[in-house]
């Protein structure tokens, strides 16, 4: 699929407010909101563009851990495809040729994390060895920091975009938010579609629609609720996606996390427990290009004593839940 100008935008504006109407997007790009529509649908069916809604996990105040399995070649996908059934996994990644599993648990606090992140792993043959890794601060990523490859839109085109129910600015740290059961039918829906209308979400919930409007408002406002789009980076030009695993000084900590955070190939970087202290993803144009961000712009941090990479193979689970196609 051919990616132009114009989808590019859309899909920024899409970061920016993922529920803006398309009338609202049209307007600040200059196009009609029919066209802004059209485009939508395609680059949704055809390049796997589409808006998700995502509980924030450090407003809830969950843990993240990041489980690393490494199995057989052909049990790989098999016990991916399970663990991204889970509602508890964010992501479900293949790596090294396939026999490396990447996934990320939310584990409520206070929570049995030995149930939570080992004992329910799926008892599949051919796994070979586990490894869990607690995030403990978050640089860039999901909730915290932009996409820095967003860069369609000018500053007065974000600033229009921008929605006056965002987040509150941060503040003193607060207490984490508690969600109430009934919210939990409501962001499974919005976890399948962002987008979703308040229609389709009042039949879900059981809400009258008013009640949902005003519950993603407040959801919204405190932060317990953010959007965000999931692509298909090769269609976007990026054919080199890699996780990589540091070891850094713990002096260093704090600047190489923030140095990185700061890197446009960076998507997602956080400070982690276990034998290597930070983990971040990259994504590059291609591995030439992957080569020169490791020698030109890692290799210079002060710090990092040690660098594991692995490429991705494919998502089996990115943002949200696996959806039928369009």
Known sequence: MEIDTLDRRIVHALRIDGRAGWREIGAVLGVSDQTVARRYRRLRENAGVRVVGIANPIRLGYEMWTL???????????????LARRGDTGWVSLFSGGTEITCQVRVPAHADRETLLLQRLPRTPGLISVSAHCLIHQFVGGAVGPDRRDDALTRTEIAALTPTDGPEPPGTPSSPLALSPADGALLEALGRDGRAGYTDLAAATGWPESTVRRRMRELRRSGALYYDVEVRPQVFGFSAPVMLWLTVAPARLAAVGAALAGHEEVVFAAATTGSTNLMATVICHDMAAFYRYLTERVSGLDGVDRVESAPLLRHVKQLGPAVPSM
């Open 68 to 82: 690393r399995l490494h199995t057989a070649p052909d049990r790989a996908i098999p016990l991916a495809e399970a």
